[in-house]
């Protein structure tokens, strides 16, 4: 199946600092991408859909300011934790949509953690 | 949010023995039913998926079956094996229209060797 790379896989970082997650799909192109969280032994949060060349749509009572979304490629979006906290620690997961298909295929995941 | 009822929410299985998770759907458009396999600190992957046209789908040890009327579905995996052991999730979208999915509550799979 179609590969969608996410990196990085872990991340540590400060209290207000910021913090770039990559998406990438890697032999196929993909018009829109979908990033969600993860809390432990829960569902995928849907936090936003993120279309190449234009805006990204958030999910209701999620901080566009606070992430980041860029899909300035058809290959690759990316989310920015921007001035992170410990709430924000969680595992951030990215899917992308095979157009022709309309199959969606996953990231590894991104496990963020703000000390 | 829509919703799609995903039950149980864990399940503990001997080796060898049958798994069954259910779902349930409130949303008549959904027309594209995946249910996704994750290992603890990975990505959801799809494991198989079903249109409501189709009654039933199995590949290998595992099999989908849907019931329109009911608006519900199930995910049945055959001989399971300890490496079956993981979280399952339920999924639905209006695939024809580019929706996003709407995911179950996820179900913990625990094969006992």
């Known amino acids: 199946g179609a590969v969608v790379s996410q990196h990085p896989s872990r991340v540590i970082c400060k209290s207000g600092t910021s913090v770039k997650i990559e998406c990438r799909s890697l032999?196929?192109?993909?018009?829109?991408m979908f990033w969600y969280r993860q809390f432990p032994k829960q569902s995928l949060m849907l936090m936003a859909t993120?279309?190449?060349?234009?805006?990204?749509?958030?999910e209701q009572g999620v901080e566009k300011d606070k992430f980041l979304i860029n899909h300035a490629s058809l290959t690759l979006s990316t989310l920015t934790v921007t001035s992170a906290h410990p709430e924000d620690s969680s595992f951030y997961i990215c899917?992308?949509?095979?157009?022709?298909?309309?199959?969606?295929?996953f990231g590894e995941g991104s496990r963020l953690t703000v000390l | 949010q829509q919703q799609v009822k995903q039950s149980p929410q864990s399940l503990i299985v001997q080796k060898g023995g049958i798994s069954i998770i259910n779902c349930a759907y409130e949303?008549?458009?959904?027309?594209?039913f995946p249910w996704y396999q994750q290992f603890p600190g990975k990505g959801p992957a799809l494991l198989i998926a079903?249109?409501?046209?189709?009654s039933e789908k199995k590949e290998g040890r595992f099999t989908i079956s849907f019931n329109k009327s009911a608006k519900q579905f199930s995910l049945h995996i055959m001989d399971s094996q300890p490496g079956d052991s993981a979280t399952y999730f339920c999924a639905a979208v209006k695939k024809s229209s580019g929706d996003k999915l709407t995911f179950g509550t996820g179900t913990r799979l625990a094969v006992r060797p």
């Open positions: 032999d196929f192109q993909a018009t829109t």
């Open positions: 899917s992308a949509m095979y157009t022709n298909t309309g199959e969606l295929f």
């Open positions: 993120s279309n190449e060349g234009s805006k990204a749509t958030y």
């Open positions: 079903i249109r409501p046209d189709v």
């Open positions: 949303n008549t458009a959904f027309d594209y």
